[in-house]
């Protein structure tokens, strides 16, 4: 069974770091692209940002960029995002998804994780 | 970057009934990458369209979509109990990938 699996979310004070983690399992992790997509509280969905199969390219919305880094290990099938300098406005369910049918971020995400909880707050 | 406006933003109507949700483009829409996805409360989103009509694996066949250019539609031909939900449109043909603001299709 295709399978993704987040974790490391949770509260962390304005400015601080967190690094969310998505376990895959049930395909071949590094023949697709993967995204972070993020919903803050009583919202719509979000791009964040997404990776090539290979890792060589990422690509981040603005809203995050310079301070949000994806990374994948292809060897332990697992996609990372490093969050640092977090803002009140990144409070969010965090999901990853996988892209449908290319190592490229071209297609429809087909695959979800349940999501992970960022929540920024004094 | 493109921005897709849903409309309405509620439907209320009752099961057995059809519901026609809209999703329109700022621009024209690439290659008719228009997807469409189903969220129920506490769930992750479900992928239903991709290519604005073809219907994703596992997706019962009274959910339809359609469109090109930067009009597109999702129809679910006889609403089901577990089909009161959010739906969501997204385009993928232009970078960065956008999401619609959402239809909630509520109980009537």
């Known amino acids: 069974e295709v399978q993704l699996l987040e974790s490391g979310g949770g509260l962390v004070q304005p400015g601080g770091s967190l690094r969310l983690s998505c376990a895959a399992s049930?395909?071949?992790?590094?023949?697709?692209?993967m995204r972070w997509v993020r919903q803050a509280p009583g919202k719509g969905l979000e791009w964040v940002s997404g990776?090539?199969?290979?890792?060589?390219?990422?690509y981040y919305a603005d809203s995050v960029k310079g301070r949000f880094t994806i990374s994948r290990d292809n060897s332990k099938n697992t996609l990372y995002l490093q969050m640092n300098s977090l803002r009140a406005e990144d409070t969010a369910v965090y999901y990853c998804?996988?892209?449908?049918?290319?190592?490229?971020?071209?297609?429809?995400?087909?695959?979800w994780g349940q999501g992970t909880t960022v929540t920024v707050s004094s | 970057e493109i921005v897709l406006r849903q409309s309405p933003g509620t439907l209320s109507l009752s099961p057995g009934e059809r519901a026609t949700l809209s999703c329109r483009a700022s621009?024209?829409?690439?290659?008719?990458?228009l997807a469409w996805y189903q969220q129920k409360p506490g769930q992750a989103p479900r992928l239903l369209i991709y290519?604005?009509?073809s219907r994703a694996t596992g997706i019962p066949d009274r959910f339809s979509g359609s469109g090109s250019g930067t009009d597109f539609t999702l129809t679910i031909s006889r609403l089901e109990p577990e089909d009161f939900a959010v739906y969501y449109c997204?385009?993928?043909?232009?970078?960065?990938?956008?999401f619609g603001q959402g239809t909630k299709v509520e109980i009537k």
């Open positions: 998804a996988k892209d449908q049918f290319s190592e490229w971020m071209e297609y429809a995400m087909d695959v």
């Open positions: 049930g395909f071949t992790f590094s023949s697709y692209a």
């Open positions: 990776i090539s199969g290979s890792g060589g390219n990422t």
């Open positions: 621009q024209s829409v690439s290659n008719r990458y």
């Open positions: 290519g604005a009509s």
């Open positions: 997204q385009q993928y043909g232009s970078s960065p990938t956008t």
